[in-house]
């Protein structure tokens, strides 16, 4: 099984930055890839950023332009760098790792962090 542990998130002021941490444990064996995924108050979760292995970036068209996903691959650890934060912005961002198994491609969550934007 593996463990995300998600760290940063919190309150800050429209225009402010903020970083979010995961670090992944346990059976981290075959990760293809970590990234992040968020969701507001009724909408359905969506897809911020995730980096394969290779460095190969898929962003969600919240993420272009503000957001910088980064991964340390030898501590199995993804950060999001939120710059230029909205009230839009406000949600539950969730860590999310790709790992590659006898069954196929498994994913796994974080705990989820909260993530408010005050105007």
């Known amino acids: 099984q593996v463990q995300l542990v998600q760290s940063g998130g919190g309150l800050v002021q429209a225009g402010e930055s903020l970083r979010l941490s995961c670090e992944a444990s346990g059976s981290t064996f075959g990760v293809t890839a970590m990234g992040w995924f968020r969701q507001a108050p009724g909408k359905q979760r969506e897809l911020v950023a995730i980096?394969?292995?290779?460095?190969?970036?898929t962003a969600g068209e919240s993420a272009k332009g503000r957001y910088a996903i980064s991964r340390d691959i030898a501590k199995n650890t993804v950060y999001l760098q939120m710059n230029g934060l909205t009230v839009g912005d406000s949600a539950v961002y969730y860590c999310y790792l790709q790992r590659s198994t006898s069954h196929g491609l498994q994913p796994a969550w974080g705990q989820g962090t909260q993530v408010t934007v005050d105007s």
């Open positions: 980096q394969s292995n290779n460095g190969e970036t």
